[in-house]
């Protein structure tokens, strides 16, 4: 079993930045692919970032050049800094961890974003 809390959320004017981290205890953190998702009110769950475990880095097109994840597997910690954000930006973002293939097995609580324009 792996546990995700999410932090660093909150407030932010269009063009600001704000780090986001995911303390995961449980299991060993650098075998798990991690990953950052969110989901906008009335909008489904949508893909951010991912970084395997060699870390390798995966990124959606919405946020390509602005954010960017990394890890730091002697903290069991994963990071999204997120820069030149946007209003479009706004939604709960989860941290969510996985072994195998495609799968998610875990996830956060979710840490809220609110980019003011």
């Known amino acids: 079993q792996v546990q995700l809390v999410e932090s660093g959320g909150g407030l932010v004017q269009a063009g600001g930045s704000l780090r986001l981290s995911c303390a995961a205890s449980?299991?060993?953190?650098?075998?798990?692919?991690m990953g950052w998702f969110r989901q906008a009110p009335g909008k489904e769950r949508e893909f951010v970032a991912a970084?395997?475990?060699?870390?390798?880095?995966y990124y959606a097109d919405s946020v390509k050049g602005r954010f960017t994840i990394s890890r730091d597997n002697a903290k069991n910690t994963v990071y999204l800094q997120m820069n030149s954000m946007k209003s479009e930006d706004t939604a709960v973002y989860y941290c969510?961890?996985?072994?195998?293939?495609?799968?998610?097995?875990?996830w956060g609580q979710g840490t809220q974003v609110t980019v003011s324009s």
């Open positions: 969510a961890a996985g072994q195998y293939g495609s799968i998610w097995d875990y």
């Open positions: 449980g299991r060993t953190f650098s075998n798990y692919r």
């Open positions: 970084i395997n475990w060699r870390a390798s880095t």
